[in-house]
Nanobody, 114 residues
């Protein structure tokens, strides 16, 4: 199983981006998909999660601004990020728990700056 993340870029404060993470390979049991982020000099943090049942979790700092969703048919999870702030600047990674194993994507860079 491989994860391919995309959609990062440079955006002004208040702007929006949509990240995508597509899983390729044979997945028999999808448990959940996470988006993590890692800012320079900081620990990687869990931003949001979507479970097999469609349940979601968001870290407090992104509630009301970020939305995680999925398209099961194409094994893709999206992260819609609105009202972006400079403190959202980080490398964003997707992580999949499936078939008893964790898989990480390579990350995509998000920079929020004027």
């Amino acid at each position: 199983v491989q994860l391919q993340a995309s959609g990062g870029g440079l955006v002004q404060p208040g702007g929006s981006l949509r990240l995508s993470c597509t899983a390729s390979g044979n997945i028999f049991s999808f448990n959940y998909m996470d988006w993590y982020r890692e800012a320079p000099g900081q620990q990687r943090e869990l931003v949001t999660r979507i479970t097999n049942g469609g349940g979601t979790y968001y870290v407090d700092s992104v509630k009301g601004r970020f939305t995680i969703s999925r398209d099961i048919a194409i094994n893709t999870v999206y992260l819609q990020m609105n009202s972006l702030k400079p403190e959202d600047t980080a490398r964003y990674f997707c992580r999949l728990l499936a078939d008893g194993r964790f898989y990480w994507g390579q990350g995509t860079e998000v920079t929020v700056a004027s």
